[in-house]
């Protein structure tokens, strides 16, 4: 995987091969982050990442100059590789706390700009997702939820859901109160 843009432009970060990640292609995540440059200023965003896996999605959004990144993933050898990584770029602004995202959500007071989510594409409850986010009121007013699916999740009848893009197999849908 590389970083698309900013401070690290081009860095090729190697991830260990026995983490349980499917990181997102190059391919889809410029996509995505082209998006995102036309609506957001990054440095004003703090995000949250759940599901980092490698912390791709993280390292793309700080080397974007982004406020601040907080990736939680439950295992142990990701967040220790995201905790490695973010040493070796100098991102003092990437935080990294091993949780189970449920548990996170329920906990956390803070509100966020933007929350990204690549949960495991066959993860149950993945529908239930938005839901989980919206009810515990932890996106910003302008705030968007991107979630990263397969073909076979559908949100587009989700109230919030106001945008889906396709970038290969990677699909992602975007939701916000309107």
């Not at 349980?20 to 990054?42: C, I, M, Q, S, Y």
């Not at 949250?48 to 793309?60: C, K, P, R, V």
């Not at 040493?87 to 990204?116: C, G, P, Q």
Request: proline letters at 4%; aromatic letters at 12%.
């Amino acid at each position: 995987m590389r970083i698309i843009s900013g401070k690290n432009k081009g860095r090729k970060i190697t991830a260990p091969g026995n983490l349980p990640v499917r990181p997102t292609t190059d391919f889809a995540k410029e996509g995505l982050f082209n998006v995102l440059a036309n609506h957001f200023d990054f440095k004003e965003l703090e995000v949250l990442d759940l599901f980092a896996g490698t912390g791709n999605i993280s390292y793309e959004f700080i080397s974007r100059d982004a406020k601040s990144v907080l990736a939680i993933d439950i295992n142990t050898s990701c967040t220790n590789f995201i905790r490695q990584t973010a040493e070796k770029l100098n991102y003092k602004n990437l935080f990294v706390i091993r949780s189970d995202f449920k548990a996170f959500l329920i906990h956390t007071e803070k509100k966020w700009d933007m929350i990204f989510a690549d949960p495991p594409y066959d993860m149950e409850g993945v529908a239930d997702l938005p839901a989980m986010v919206f009810n515990q009121k932890i996106l910003k007013p302008d705030g968007w939820l991107i979630i990263e699916h397969s073909r076979n999740s559908d949100f587009s009848t989700h109230a919030y859901c106001f945008e889906h893009r396709k970038y290969g197999n990677v699909n992602f849908s975007i939701f916000r109160k309107r």
